[in-house]
C-alpha cells in the first residue's frame, strides 16, 4: 500500500516536471519567448527600429532620415538634445529589463509580511 502511494506521488511530480517544460514555464531570470506571451495576439510592439525618441516625442524614420540631411536636423536628433535611436538591440535591452528588474517588489516580501507576522496573533499562522 505504501509502495502504490510512493508510485502515484513519482508519477505525479514527473508529470508536472513534464508539463512545466512543454509549457516552456520560466524564472524571473529570463524573458520569455516573445511567442508565448499575448503580444503577438493583442498588438504587434511599434517596430520603429530606426527612428529616434527626443524626449519623450517619436520621429519616424522617414521623417528622421530628412531630419539628418540637414546640420539642423542632425543637432536636433543628437544625443545632447535628449534623442535616442531605436535599435533592435534597445529593444530587447528594455524588454530584459522588464523581466529581470524586480521594481521594489521584494519590500512587500520582506517587510509587509514580516510587520504582518509580527503583529497578527500566533493562532493566526498555525
Do not use: C, H
Amino acid at each position: 500500500m505504501r509502495l502504490r502511494a510512493i508510485l502515484i506521488l513519482i508519477s505525479l511530480l514527473l508529470f508536472v516536471a513534464f508539463l512545466g517544460f512543454q509549457l516552456e514555464l520560466t524564472l524571473p531570470g529570463r524573458p520569455p519567448n516573445i511567442n508565448n506571451t499575448y503580444t503577438p495576439l493583442t498588438q504587434s510592439p511599434p517596430r520603429g527600429i530606426g527612428s529616434y525618441d527626443v524626449l519623450g516625442y517619436a520621429v519616424s524614420k522617414p521623417e528622421a532620415d530628412k531630419l539628418l540631411q540637414t546640420e539642423a536636423g542632425q543637432k536636433a536628433l543628437s544625443p545632447d538634445n535628449g534623442a535616442v535611436k531605436v535599435t533592435e538591440e534597445l529593444i530587447d535591452l528594455g524588454r530584459d529589463a522588464f523581466y529581470q528588474e524586480t521594481f521594489g517588489n521584494e519590500y512587500l516580501f520582506t517587510d509587509v509580511v514580516g510587520i504582518l507576522y509580527v503583529l497578527l496573533p500566533k493562532q493566526f499562522w498555525v
